[in-house]
T-cell receptor, first 108, second 113 residues
Framework: GIQVEQSPPDLILQEGANSTLRCNFS?????LQWFHQNPWGQLINLFY???GTKQNGRLSATTVATERYSLLYISSSQTTDSGVYFC??????????FGTGTSLTVIP | DAGITQSPRHKVTETGTPVTLRCHQT?????MYWYRQDPGHGLRLIHY???????DKGEVSDGYSVSRSKTEDFLLTLESATSSQTSVYFC????????????FGDGTRLSIL
């Protein structure tokens, strides 16, 4: 299967700061997604982004498929951004492989 | 929010007992997935379904079976639960076409003593 590595594993930010989370994957993919798991355990789909760049409010994501990485940008972080961010990759569309996540804590 | 309901939300049972978890969707999506989440492993795919009675194995399928007799329901069964199957189980769905975003249920916390 695809090896998915996320960095950094942990991140602590002051409210208002910006951050970049990285996801490296070991094989070509046709499906790359970012998720946020909130402190209550719910998994929310942030982006479906097998290639290119997308933006949604203070969040944006870029996937460079040819170089096998994706980046998630969080600008002007808020305490509600705290939680764990996962990326998941697939090259079949059915078998998805998740990274171990980046745990983000935003301090007021 | 995607209409996905997992039941039960919490369950405690003993080693050797059978356990069935249910995922119910109201979105009429073709694809349904079962994952388990464990510390240090992220989420790992157990089984998935691409239609009624059409299922396939994922990365960690040993000890689990699934069934899908209706579009809206995807059942995960542990025939004889073991302590290593203590985990949080998530169901996910995605639309008819492969390569679409997945949306997750709220999870089932399963403890096997």
């Amino acid at each position: 299967g695809i090896q998915v590595e996320q960095s950094p594993p942990d991140l602590i930010l002051q409210e208002g700061a910006n951050s970049t989370l990285r996801c490296n994957f070991s094989d070509s993919v046709n499906n790359l997604q970012w998720f946020h798991q909130n402190p209550w355990g719910q998994l929310i789909n942030l982006f479906y982004i097998p290639s290119g760049t997308k933006q949604n409010g203070r969040l944006s994501a870029t996937t460079v498929a040819t170089e096998r990485y994706s980046l998630l940008y969080i600008s002007s972080s808020q305490t509600t951004d705290s939680g764990v961010y996962f990326c998941a990759a697939s090259n079949t569309g059915n078998q998805f492989y998740f990274g171990t996540g980046t745990s983000l804590t935003v301090i007021p | 929010d995607a209409g996905i309901t997992q039941s039960p939300r919490h369950k405690v049972t003993e080693t050797g007992t059978p356990v069935t978890l249910r995922c119910h969707q109201t979105e009429n999506h073709r694809y349904m997935y079962w994952y388990r989440q464990d510390p240090g492993h992220g989420l790992r795919l157990i089984h998935y379904s691409y239609g009624v009675k059409d299922t396939d194995k994922g990365e960690v399928s040993d000890g689990y079976s699934v069934s899908r007799s209706k579009t809206e329901d995807f059942l995960l069964t542990l025939e004889s639960a073991t302590s290593s199957q203590t985990s949080v189980y998530f169901c996910a769905i995605s639309p008819d076409r492969v390569g679409q975003p997945q949306h997750f249920g709220d999870g089932t916390r399963l403890s096997i003593l």
